[in-house]
């Protein structure tokens, strides 16, 4: 029997320490349900820039290409802000996501009821919160040429930006997002700004033809500016959402933000082969870094999307998931989720005791 | 002495019910203070569609070109959804923005204690709050050319709109911010994607460019996704924030939406020269139209900010403003704000009683 080839990619900021933990956990989780990992490391972001001038070194890219999936941490720091946007850390995330063809950005934000009082929202409004948000990844204004800064006929500046999708684009993220539907609530909501932008209204036209294919999933729409009232104001209505790339951007973080715990969300980025790349929400936090503060279960929770949607090995995904929500049930907190009562833990005696419950 | 000529859009839905109890105040208003008013009435939205088979009939912007401000209720309704783009209620919206110049929306987003409750958010993240939004408006992807659907090569369809801000424009919108900053708490956020789209690192250029001007106002700036996300979890972080058209469009009901009660926030819609445009933030609510259930109060707060940043009358701004204040503190609530122990109202009667506080 063959081995998962997994590449790890560190990143930058807390990177190092949470994905160290958490290859511990696969470790040993690996042997539990008898999956033989094979791990690889390789450079991204600014670790990449500092060790050969460019965020996403054409290596790091064939080794994932060769891998059967790829565990991202953290990207970033002040240290890289200032370099041209070619060397910035988050090129390499993006040119990463282009070069795996990771079209389909699947971030889910849960409300956990043991970190419910972490949000900002009262009780009422988040608990049994439970949505997906299902990105668009490689293309729309990310991507879409024209864009640069020009200087127009009268001598002045101006930057531009295209915000593009093909039919093909637009069917391709709609048939991962329905399916996901399927497997959830069966209910999704399509966002855009057909009102005003024409990319939109054929993003809408494409997604309700498709509808057509999935009787058992309820489609509905709605556009980008009430969607995100919707989340503030009744977050509870959604179950999967389905958006192009800057608005799933926008709203996946507003909606991540409402559990009041983004140190606990994980994400996957899919294409339709093989490698996914799985990565925590949050950033590098660049100002705890090393310091063995940071919360590792967003990455121990990107590893268990990475068994369940990227290996096939949803078992070992659950173990993980149900070991995470034990560990809080007993009361271990690390210092962002930290409330009175609970047990404050480093990074490092995280992955210890989830090892343990 | 001459008049003040205001033109008045009622629109759709609930508008021609929040509008007429909005003149009366106005007139009132305009025997206490001398404002000596002159109001016409015109077409726009739907009604203007179903009249004249046009959202902005020429004679309604030529008025408006007249007029020393112009006061527009609401617009849109389900009637007139399934009807081309060109045909729809909101293509009235854009063309009066950019028929009239109307480059600066400025739009508040604050908590007034006496309807803290109605908030989603915890009381104490969100007492205190008083945000002001600055969006450009007659800019960004809403405007920028190339745009439609076209066909590729390969023969399929492709959708498109174009992010384009020149530094001019970017330099006339930082100048309204940096100068409304100024008149608050002297902090200004300005808002974009920089690490990612070429637009934004122009816009970024420039409002730092433009901040050396204001050494008074402490100027920061913000990814969008970390925006959303920041308004959820800490909104009082704060003042003043500036923003293209798409991000205000977004952002500016995500703050509205904290307070709760959008049926409380107006706009002001400014260019270099008059007529303003003065709107509620909130819709037309078709469902609700015609039953005397509307809460008129932000149409109301609309008209003080018109006599405010239209017409040179803070006085009277100031009178309106605390009369909403006080009929609330009395305990006074349309519909959409009732909560237990308070008196409720229709829409008419609400404006009576502001009448008499
Ligand atoms: C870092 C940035 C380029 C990235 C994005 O905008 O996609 C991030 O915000 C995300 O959501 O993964
Ligand atoms: C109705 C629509 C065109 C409009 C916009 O997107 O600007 C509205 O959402 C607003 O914010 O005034």
Redesign the interface.
């Known amino acids: 029997k063959g081995k998962y080839c997994v590449t790890l990619l560190p990143g930058d900021g807390i990177g190092p320490e949470i994905l160290a933990v958490t290859v511990d956990v696969l470790k040993v989780i690996g042997k539990q349900f008898d999956i033989p990992f094979d791990f690889q490391e390789a450079l991204i972001g600014g670790a990449a820039i500092d060790a050969t001038g460019e965020p996403l070194p054409a290596e790091t890219l064939q080794l994932c290409r060769n891998s059967d999936a790829v565990l991202l941490a953290a990207i970033g720091g002040y240290k890289w802000d200032e370099l041209p ?1 070619h060397q ?1 850390p ?1 090129t390499g995330l ?1 040119a990463i996501r282009a070069g795996l063809n990771l079209f389909a950005n699947l971030r889910p934000a849960t409300i956990l009821p043991q970190l419910i009082d972490a949000s ?3 009780r009422e ?1 988040v608990e049994g919160v439970d949505i997906m948000v299902v990105r668009e990844l490689t293309g729309g ?2 991507f ?1 040429q024209p ?3 020009f200087t ?1 006929e009268t001598g ?13 684009e637009i069917d391709r993220i709609a048939k991962v997002a329905f399916e996901t539907a399927q497997k959830r609530q069966g209910k999704l909501c399509s966002v855009d ?1 057909a ?9 809408r036209d494409r997604v309700t033809l498709m509808g057509q294919k999935y009787p058992d999933v309820e489609l509905s729409h709605m556009y ?3 969607a ?2 919707q ?4 977050p509870k209505q959604f179950d999967t959402i389905v958006t192009g790339n ?2 799933g ?6 909606a ?3 559990t ?1 715990s ?1 140190g606990m969300l994980p994400s996957a980025s899919l294409g339709l082969e093989k490698p996914g790349l799985f990565e925590p929400v949050h950033g590098s936090a660049p100002d705890i870094a090393g310091l063995d503060k940071a919360n590792p279960l967003a990455q121990i929770l990107s590893a268990a999307m990475m068994l369940r949607y990227g290996l096939e090995q949803p078992q070992a995904a659950d173990k993980i998931e149900q070991g995470v929500l034990e560990v809080l049930a007993q009361g271990y907190r690390t210092g962002d989720i930290m409330s009175s009562g609970m047990k404050a833990l480093g990074c490092r005696a995280m992955g210890d005791v989830l090892l343990k419950v």
Do not use: C, H, P
């Open positions: 946007r910035r988050e993006l900002s929202l009262k409004v204004i990310y879409g864009k640069g800064i127009t002045e500046k101006r930057g531009v930006n295209t915000m593009a999708y093909t039919e093909s700004k009102n005003v932008l024409d990319v939109s209204q054929l993003w980008v500016d009430n995100a009232m989340l503030v104001r009744a800057l608005f951007d926008i709203l996946s973080d507003a991540a933000m409402l009041g983004i």
